[in-house]
C-alpha cells in the first residue's frame, strides 16, 4: 500500500489536473473556493452566513429600506481573507447564487469605488 504522503501528493496532483478542466465560466464561485484552499466547514460557514444576510435583505426591502450598506460591510467583515471581495461577489452571482442580495452588493461597490 502506497504511503500517506504519497497517497496525498497524488491527490494534490489529481486536484490540479481537474481545476484546469473545470469550466470556470460555469462555475466560478467552486473555482474561487478551491483556488482559496477553504475547507467544506469554512464554505458551509461562509454559504448560511449568505442565506442569513439574503434573508435580511429581503426583510429590510419589504420593510422599505433602500440603503444596504450595512450588508456589504456585514458581507466584507466576514469574508474569508482568500477570497478577494468583489471577484467573491462576481462569482456568486455568476453561478446564480443569492442574486437578489449579490446583485444589490456589486451595485454598492460600485457605487463605492
Sequence with gaps: MESLEKRVAKLEFHQSLLMEMIDEA????YSLIIRADLTKEEVDA??????ELADQYEQQKAEGLTIFTPLLVQFA???HPNLPLEQTVDALLAQQMFVPLMTELKTLIRTIS
Design 77 to 79: 467583515g466576514m469574508l
Design 26 to 29: 460555469k462555475k466560478p464561485f
Design 46 to 51: 461562509f454559504l448560511a452566513f449568505c442565506q
